[in-house]
């Protein structure tokens, strides 16, 4: 049997009940292929395991109908090219400990030091109020601007946390200075 006759005699046979319409229906619908194709193959397969004579007809129909099997091609199969290569962003790396440790230290200690220093120095000359405090204010604008470089290239909540300190203590230096003198 030909091609387009061995397709007229599936459609027959599976047009003959309700389901089997209702599939090839949805199979021209949908082009002949996927989900459609995959549910005539099933009907078709119940077809011919209830009738084991349409089975056998349509074992000898494809038999003859069937074609040439193509030749495979000499060599190896061509593949697409790789795409290109593009490099994945590295994740940003942490602060070195040793820059969040001295954004701390030039924050928090350094000021109580200061702090005590000016209460110590009350009763001495000016110049030493003014020394101590110079130093610190020089002190706790390093570690600001070491922080906020180092919050530049990577992120760590204790950077943070020791950059707002040193913020905030320069706030109450400068109003140790204010009110001091």
Do not use: K
Request: charged share 15%; proline share 10%.
């Amino acid at each position: 049997m030909p091609s387009e006759d061995l397709t007229a005699f599936l459609r027959e046979r599976l047009g003959r009940t309700q389901l089997g319409t209702a599939a090839l229906f949805r199979l021209d619908t949908e082009g002949g292929g996927g989900a459609a194709a995959d549910i005539v193959r099933g009907i078709l397969a119940d077809e011919i395991s209830n009738d084991p004579a349409f089975g056998q007809l349509l074992h000898a129909a494809l038999s003859t109908a069937r074609p040439a099997m193509p030749t495979m091609p000499a060599g190896p199969p061509t593949l697409p090219p790789p795409p290109p290569y593009a490099p994945a962003t590295p994740p940003r790396p942490r602060p070195a400990r040793g820059r969040t440790a001295t954004v701390w230290l030039l924050g928090l200690p350094q000021f109580l030091l200061a702090d005590i220093g000016v209460s110590l120095v009350a009763d001495a000359p000016v110049a030493a109020y003014y020394l101590i405090l110079a130093a610190s204010l020089a002190l706790l604008v390093t570690g600001i601007i070491l922080g906020a470089t180092a919050l530049l290239r990577s992120t760590s909540r204790m950077l943070i946390a020791g950059l707002a300190v040193d913020i905030l203590l320069l706030l109450a230096l400068f109003r140790i200075a204010a009110s001091g003198t």
